[in-house]
T-cell receptor, first 113, second 115 residues
C-alpha cells in the first residue's frame, strides 16, 4: 500500500467514449502528477499540480483533460482517444514539486479500441 | 536538456550473484539521481537517491548505487541477488533549477534473477 490509489485499474474504451481516471492520495502531499508509461519508452510526464494549481502541461493533446479539485484528488478525463493512447497511466504524489521522491499508484491500464 | 540512459533493456543474473544495473546521465549542473523499482502490475517505488555527499548511497532491500561524476554514471548494485529482485528498474535525474525541476526517467531495465 503506497498511499496513492488509482481507479479503475483496467479500462477499455472506444474512440468515441468519454471516461475518467481517478487518483487519491492519503499522504498529505501537496503535489500530484500524471505520467504515461508505454513499453520501452521513458515515463512521460503529462501534468503536474501543486496545491491544486496546474504547474506543468507537457504538450499533452487536449483529448486528455486533468482536474484537481483538492490536494488529495486528481482526475484525468478522457475523450475521443486514439489507439496509440493505450498505455499504463500512473498517478504520483510528493510532498512538494521540489523533490524527486514520488509515491506512485499502481496505475490504470487503458486500452483504446 | 537533461537525459538519462539505461543501456540494457534486460539483465539476467543467477540467484546469489552480484548484480549491476547501469545508468548514465547528461545534465547541465549538479544532478540529483534516483532509482525506482516497478514490480509486476504495480506502480513505481522509490529505492534510493543521491543528492550530495558520499558517492555510495544505500537504499531499500539491500540495494546501493555509486555516483561517479567523471563517468556521469549512477549504477545500481546489490551484492547477492534474490529471485524477488526480479522487476523493472528505472533511473531518474533532476537538476535543481528554480522553475524547472522536472524528474526525467530512463527507459527502464528489466532485471531477471534466475533461481
Amino acid at each position: 500500500e503506497t498511499g496513492v490509489t488509482q481507479t479503475p485499474r483496467h479500462l477499455v474504451m472506444g474512440m468515441t467514449n468519454k471516461k475518467s481516471l481517478k487518483c487519491e492520495q492519503h499522504l498529505g502531499h501537496n503535489a500530484m502528477y500524471w505520467y504515461k508509461q508505454s513499453a520501452k519508452k521513458p515515463l512521460e510526464l503529462m501534468f503536474v499540480y501543486s496545491l491544486e494549481e496546474r504547474v506543468e502541461n507537457n504538450s499533452v493533446p487536449s483529448r486528455f483533460s486533468p482536474e484537481c479539485p483538492n490536494s488529495s484528488h486528481l482526475f484525468l478525463h478522457l475523450h475521443t482517444l486514439q489507439p496509440e493512447d493505450s498505455a499504463l497511466y500512473l498517478c504520483a504524489s510528493s510532498q512538494s514539486t521540489n523533490t524527486g521522491e514520488l509515491f506512485f499508484g499502481e496505475g490504470s491500464r487503458l486500452t483504446v479500441l | 536538456a537533461q537525459s538519462v540512459a539505461q543501456p540494457e533493456d534486460q539483465v539476467n543474473v543467477a540467484e546469489g550473484n552480484p548484480l549491476t544495473v547501469k545508468c548514465t546521465y547528461s545534465v547541465s549542473g549538479n544532478p540529483y539521481l534516483f532509482w525506482y523499482v516497478q514490480y509486476p502490475n504495480r506502480g513505481l517505488q522509490f529505492l534510493l537517491k543521491y543528492i550530495t555527499g558520499d558517492n555510495l548511497v544505500k537504499g531499500s532491500y539491500g540495494f546501493e548505487a555509486e555516483f561517479n561524476k567523471s563517468q556521469t554514471s549512477f549504477h545500481l548494485k546489490k551484492p547477492s541477488a534474490l529471485v524477488s529482485d526480479s522487476a523493472l528498474y528505472f533511473c531518474a535525474v533532476r537538476v535543481p533549477n528554480f522553475g524547472n525541476e522536472k524528474l526525467t526517467f530512463g527507459t527502464g531495465t528489466r532485471l531477471t534473477i534466475i533461481p
